[in-house]
């Protein structure tokens, strides 16, 4: 926990060196140790969670859906899927299994055969500790072309039960008011599009920064 705190501090200060320094660049691909913001693009909600678990289910931690684009549990860290090593800086293909890890609790974005709670779909949870979890925490990137490119619309495909990483509409109540379901479905529709918002686009460069910044602390 304490590691993914340390992680949120990086994102949070390299971010605005990097709002400061993209001035009009073309926006380039996602790469593999980027931290990023996912946006529904059709419910307009970025892809969130925290230590709050499903009363239902699975029981694990749950993720959800806000519209605040402040949010600092809105962060996720692109990695390389299970048991397989992703170099950082190294631009993320379509059609590439990754994992996607909640900066916060140190928990990767997950699916399995549970009901999600208010749709009845697939439920979506978040997995593991310090970014180990198992083979369910993997998802396809699908899109067109040959990179995942930042300002492009994608779903995301669990690879172990082929549903699309959803919103649809249903609303939580208390403890987590507000807050929008996310599922997995079985069909792609406009409620499974996501694009890129805020982030930190990791390069190869980069990666000295981070060690630097650990060492220090």
């Not at 699975?58 to 992703?86: E, I, K, L, M, P």
């Not at 990137?141 to 040959?146: E, H, I, K, L």
Request: net charge positive; proline share 3%; glycine share 12%.
């Amino acid at each position: 926990m304490r590691a993914a705190r340390r992680l949120l501090a990086l994102v949070l200060v390299l971010g605005a060196a990097a709002a400061a320094a993209r001035g009009g660049s073309a926006p380039g691909p996602v790469t593999c140790g980027s931290v990023v913001k996912l946006l529904n693009v059709r419910h307009n909600v970025r892809l969130h969670s925290h230590d709050v678990r499903y009363g239902s289910g699975s029981g694990q931690q749950s993720v959800t859906g806000v519209s605040a684009a402040d949010d600092g549990n809105s962060y996720w860290r692109v990695r390389g899927r299970t048991a397989a090593a992703c170099e950082r800086g190294a631009p993320v293909r379509c059609g590439q299994a990754i994992r996607l890890t909640h900066v916060g609790t140190g928990r990767n974005l997950h699916s399995h055969r549970f009901t999600s709670p208010l749709s009845g779909n697939q439920e979506v949870s978040a997995f593991g500790e310090d970014g180990e979890g198992d083979y369910l925490d993997d998802w396809t990137v699908v899109c067109s072309g040959t990179y995942w490119a930042r300002d492009s619309e994608v779903r995301f495909k669990h690879t172990s039960t082929d549903v699309f990483l959803s919103v649809t509409g249903e609303q939580y109540g208390r403890p987590i008011h507000g807050q929008k379901e996310v599922h997995g479905m079985a069909s792609p529709s406009q409620n499974n599009y996501w694009k890129v918002m805020e982030g930190i686009f990791m390069q190869p460069s980069e990666l000295l920064k981070v060690q630097q910044y650990h060492a220090e602390l």
